[in-house]
């Protein structure tokens, strides 16, 4: 499992798609399936920049790897987000629920972040909605890295987001294919 982790507008959908097509794995992108399973409230509460719980999310996710194979290889978008998260999925790879597990972090700072999600024009990519988005990432998301830090065998790549996409792209694609090693 290749997970994507950034900030919106860091690249990960871009950067994940291209990964998939490339070597022909499946792409799970959270904000994609999240975008056409929620509904109702906690749609227009998505669209106000608010994550879903804990709970909700490893539901779905749970729900998401039981439709893949997931021994094969296949690149995660957007999850986890937070360290229960990342505790659960840890904890479902020491089950063996997937081989391994590689981390690449594309950072991108905040001006790089407000131009491209300004750029997409997306009805959830409002200024008060982009703010709260990298908060969050700083004082949720961030944490994250350092449980795979602590877990013996997760291999983590930082790749500079605010590159071309084409040089992120080969970036990614360096750490992904050492990350077999």
Known sequence: MIILMGVAGSGKSTQGRMLADQKGYAWISTGEILRVLVTGRRRQEMLEGNLLTDEEMINVMDKVLDLIDSSDEFVLDGFPRTVVQTKWLLDQSDHKRFSRIIVVHLMSDRKVV????????????????????????????????????????????????????????????????????
């Open 114 to 181: 407000h131009d491209r999600l300004a750029e997409r024009g997306r009805a959830d990519d409002t200024e008060a909605a982009i703010n709260k988005r990298f908060d969050e990432y700083e004082k949720v998301t961030l944490p994250i890295l350092k449980s795979f830090k602590e877990h013996q065998g997760v291999k983590i790549h930082e790749i500079d987001a605010a590159q071309d996409p084409d040089v992120v792209h080969e970036q990614i694609t360096w750490a992904v294919n050492h990350g077999k090693e």
